[in-house]
């Protein structure tokens, strides 16, 4: 960030702003319009607090790199505006002489779903005259249009939980600010965020189904085109949301007893089918995954020890979906509940630690209330979809993230998109366990 930057941000955050509040009574209501600034505020603070973290902690990083890049389409628009906009919607073509003469200094044209990032930071330079802080506020209020329709979704079921819903989705640190700044997981976080949404309107309630659907298939979209492997997890846990409402709005009796299992068995094939048919010839693909995360696992363990020191292991690989499974209980755990305190090696290190024991005791003091109550629990667990659609995803994700990252600094970041999950779907659990409203 430049004296160009700090003379440039208020400008730019007045518009935001402006923006923001004329929004506002379109998707607000008189209880959830008291954390609507708060949000956007702690959100835009995190674009910005990321930035100065790797100017002055880091020394550069992955948010400097995709500026980097973008200065470069940014000036092929200004020499030739079409040719900008070119390499913005239809990404680098290298057999073009005027475009590698732009593209041939960048660091991540050859990264298709890293480069798309830096493309989209391209086309709000346009706007922003190719600012850091600008577009590090742009990314930061595209991101909280998707995480405020989140919330708005938790909200629309359990208004009663609107506080601690509140938290889940906007408050928790390493959300906001790992999810805020000019980064990959800003826009997939927001993605995320709005395809859930639509998903719910769309599918689960069958509301202005062609709308949502469209809004649907573009937030997958942007998902597929950045984090494909958001999908392996999000995707199965929407068709088990799905099933699960099925199941209960059937009579009781012994057909919808068994129906449980017989949807499971339905929903795993079609899920195995979608997931294949959407990551077919990535490295994500069902036939590579094993020994993908393999790779990157001993890849990510490498240099993590050779560096930071924040490495941690979870065993031998071998390459084999055995071998990966093997490390389910080990890896959940890790993405949950570590590092601990005395892993700190760093301050970020340390608001992750400070997050891990949140989780710990949050799910610890849930487990404990339940202890008599094991078969109410998986009854809730059963009769509430929400709640297992939340936590399957948050689970799931979690052994994924936790299996290929072997780095706390990587992992804080992995994790980020399933966190709102997980912590909204413990707190409705707690909340059908008591039945009472003191969480409010």
């Known amino acids: 960030m430049t004296i160009e930057d700090i003379v440039?941000?208020?400008?730019?955050?007045?518009?935001?702003?402006?923006l923001a509040f004329l929004l506002k009574p379109a998707v607000t209501n008189p209880i959830s319009r008291?954390?609507?600034?708060?949000?956007?505020?702690?959100?835009?603070?995190?674009?910005?607090?990321?930035?100065?973290?790797?100017?002055?902690?880091?020394?550069?990083?992955?948010?400097?790199?995709?500026?980097?890049?973008?200065?470069?389409?940014?000036?092929?628009?200004?020499?030739?505006?079409?040719?900008?906009?070119?390499?913005?919607?239809?990404?680098?073509?290298?057999?073009?002489?005027?475009?590698?003469?732009?593209?041939?200094?960048?660091?991540?044209?050859?990264?298709?779903?890293?480069f798309f990032v830096i493309r989209l930071g391209?086309?709000?330079?346009i706007f922003t005259l190719?600012?850091?802080?600008?577009?590090?506020?742009?990314?930061?209020?595209?991101?909280?249009?998707?995480?405020?329709?989140?919330?708005?979704?938790?909200?629309?079921?359990?208004?009663?939980?609107?506080?601690?819903?509140?938290?889940?989705?906007?408050?928790?640190?390493?959300?906001?600010?790992?999810?805020?700044?000019?980064?990959?997981d800003t826009i997939t976080l927001g993605a995320l965020g709005w395809a859930f949404y639509s998903f719910y309107w769309g599918v689960v309630r069958q509301k202005k189904m062609v709308r949502h659907l469209i809004i649907f298939v573009i937030a997958v979209w942007f998902i597929y085109r950045i984090k494909i492997y958001i999908l392996l997890c999000f995707l199965p846990s929407l068709i088990l949301w799905v099933f699960l409402r099925f199941r209960n709005r059937m009579r009781p009796g012994v057909l919808r007893a068994l129906v449980v299992p017989l949807l499971l068995l339905l929903a795993t094939p079609i899920a195995y089918v979608v997931v294949s048919e959407i990551t077919?010839?990535?490295?994500?693909?069902?036939?590579?995954?094993?020994?993908?995360?393999?790779?990157?696992?001993?890849?990510l363990y490498y240099v993590s020890t050779m560096e930071?020191?924040?490495?941690?292991?979870?065993?031998?690989?071998?390459?084999?979906?055995?071998?990966?499974?093997?490390?389910?209980?080990?890896?959940?755990?890790?993405?949950?509940?570590?590092?601990y305190l005395w892993e700190v090696r760093n301050p970020v290190m340390l608001l992750a630690s400070l997050e891990a024991t949140a989780?710990?005791?949050?799910?610890?003091?849930?487990?404990?209330?339940?202890?008599?109550?094991?078969?109410?629990?998986?009854r809730y667990l059963f009769e509430e979809p929400l709640i297992m659609m939340s936590l399957v995803f948050a689970i799931s994700f979690s052994f994924g993230v936790g299996v290929n990252s072997y780095n706390f600094g990587t992992l804080v970041r992995y994790k980020i998109p399933m966190m709102p999950f997980y912590v909204s779907g413990l707190y409705i659990l707690r909340y059908h366990a008591n039945k009472r409203t003191t969480l409010i």
Not at 133 to 138: D, E, K, R, V
């Open 359 to 378: 989780f710990f005791f949050l799910t610890f003091r849930l487990l404990w209330q339940m202890r008599n109550k094991l078969i109410t629990l998986t």
């Open 122 to 125: 391209a086309l709000f330079g």
């Open 280 to 299: 077919e010839g990535t490295r994500y693909s069902i036939e590579s995954l094993a020994s993908t995360t393999q790779i990157t696992a001993e890849w």
């Open 8 to 18: 440039f941000f208020p400008f730019f955050l007045l518009l935001i702003l402006l």
């Open 34 to 114: 008291r954390y609507y600034f708060p949000a956007l505020g702690v959100k835009l603070l995190g674009a910005i607090a990321l930035g100065l973290i790797y100017q002055f902690y880091y020394g550069g990083g992955d948010t400097f790199n995709f500026f980097h890049d973008s200065y470069f389409i940014w000036k092929a628009f200004i020499d030739n505006p079409m040719k900008g906009l070119f390499i913005i919607f239809s990404g680098p073509d290298f057999e073009d002489a005027d475009t590698y003469l732009y593209l041939r200094n960048t660091y991540f044209a050859i990264d298709p779903n890293t």
């Open 308 to 339: 930071s020191g924040s490495a941690y292991s979870l065993g031998e690989f071998d390459g084999t979906w055995q071998s990966v499974i093997s490390k389910f209980p080990a890896a959940v755990w890790v993405s949950l509940f570590r590092p």
């Open 130 to 184: 190719h600012h850091y802080s600008a577009i590090a506020l742009c990314f930061a209020f595209v991101s909280f249009t998707g995480v405020w329709a989140m919330y708005r979704t938790f909200f629309v079921m359990y208004p009663m939980l609107h506080r601690p819903l509140a938290v889940a989705c906007f408050f928790l640190p390493s959300v906001f600010f790992w999810g805020s700044g000019y980064m990959k």
